[in-house]
């Protein structure tokens, strides 16, 4: 905490360190490639050559910020340092933020950025199942239960070990959708176990070496066992931070909080995921607000 107070104590120092994620190799001007800029007010660069003005937050999610990005910085530091995540409330303490909304608003958008632009698809061995999401009473499946959302939880076999996951929001448990997740999370040529549900197949005819590890299907319940334990973990983080408080049309940007924790859920060093997560925030493009107040994760 001392280390980052004092890194990132001045405004220049958080334009510095975005300038280096954005160009690593020098300065280019978007315009005319020249590599000489001069710095103007704020986060602004001149091109020396033909003096197009650009800022380093430009196409980032924290272009238009009227906010300091110092402000932003210690959000990403909150957000990356708590074990388990952070919830609009206890953000807007500590940053003594004066409207709730405006911390509402920057967690989301964040959490836009734990999605990696490009990320690599799962390969090897995957298993994958489905399981709801909000709700008390266990859903029947192929046909949406009420107050509930159904996830295709994709786990990925290492050695005997749960590796990386990821998490996909699907409207009902039918081929379709159920192919979309896969084809979205698992690379072709690997191996898929799923239970003996019709939806999974055609997964063989879509390039999957497809297999069948068990043949009775349940949704909800019954989950095959690495995914059982990865829900298991999500529905407790998901009450744990939340209280269980989450509206449903925001599951998307929380399903993202988590695979990003879990998926870095080894790397030791705090800094190494702040490092991911400012680092993605200025790859992704810029995160309206109306889009997320309506509930869509990817603009
Ligand atoms: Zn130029």
Same mark, same amino acid.
């Given at each position: 905490m001392l280390e980052f107070e004092e890194r990132f104590r001045t405004e220049e120092a958080c334009v510095e360190y975005l300038f280096h994620l954005r160009w690593p190799?020098?300065?280019? !001007?978007?315009? !005319?490639?020249?590599?000489?800029?001069?710095?103007?007010?704020?986060?602004?660069?001149? !091109?020396?050559? !033909?003096?197009?003005?650009? =800022?380093v937050t430009a196409g980032t999610i924290f272009q238009d910020t009227k906010k300091p990005l110092r402000l932003w910085f210690r959000a990403i530091w909150h957000l990356t340092s708590q074990k388990y995540g952070a919830n609009a409330l206890g953000l807007q303490r500590v940053l003594d933020l004066g409207c709730y909304q405006t911390a509402w608003t920057w967690l989301h958008k964040l959490r836009c950025a734990m999605v990696r632009p490009g990320r690599d698809r799962l390969s090897g061995?995957?298993?994958? &199942?489905? %399981?709801y999401i909000g709700g008390k009473k266990p859903g029947k499946r192929g046909r949406g239960a009420e107050g509930k959302a159904l996830v295709v939880v994709i786990v990925e076999i290492k050695e005997? *070990?749960?590796?990386?996951?990821?998490?996909?929001?699907?409207?009902?448990?039918?081929?379709?959708? /159920?192919?979309?997740?896969?084809?979205?999370?698992?690379?072709?040529? =690997?191996?898929?176990?799923? &239970?003996?549900?019709?939806?999974?197949?055609?997964?063989?005819?879509?390039?999957?070496?497809?297999?069948?590890?068990?043949?009775? %299907?349940?949704?909800?319940? *019954?989950? /095959?066992?690495?995914? *059982?334990?990865?829900? %298991? /973990?999500?529905?407790?983080?998901?009450?744990?931070?939340?209280?269980?408080?989450?509206? /449903?049309?925001?599951? &998307?940007?929380?399903?993202?909080?988590?695979?990003?924790?879990? *998926?870095?859920?080894?790397?030791? =060093?705090?800094?190494?995921?702040?490092?991911?997560?400012?680092?993605q925030a200025v790859a992704i493009d810029p995160v309206p607000g109306h889009n997320i107040r309506k509930g869509f994760a990817n603009p």
């Open positions: 190799e020098g300065f280019q !001007c978007p315009r !005319c490639g020249h590599g000489k800029a001069w710095p103007m007010r704020r986060d602004l660069y001149r !091109c020396v050559r !033909c003096r197009f003005e650009t =800022s061995t995957a298993q994958v &199942d489905e %399981a005997g *070990n749960i590796g990386r996951i990821r998490l996909k929001r699907v409207q009902d448990a039918s081929g379709p959708s /159920l192919e979309g997740a896969v084809k979205e999370g698992v690379g072709p040529g =690997s191996t898929v176990h799923t &239970d003996g549900w019709e939806g999974y197949g055609r997964l063989s005819e879509l390039g999957y070496a497809h297999e069948v590890v068990r043949k009775e %299907a349940a949704v909800g319940k *019954n989950l /095959l066992p690495k995914v *059982n334990r990865v829900v %298991a /973990l999500l529905k407790r983080w998901l009450l744990g931070t939340y209280q269980g408080g989450i509206h /449903l049309s925001h599951l &998307d940007y929380y399903l993202d909080e988590f695979t990003f924790r879990f *998926n870095r859920r080894t790397s030791r =060093s705090r800094g190494k995921l702040f490092y991911r997560l400012v680092e």
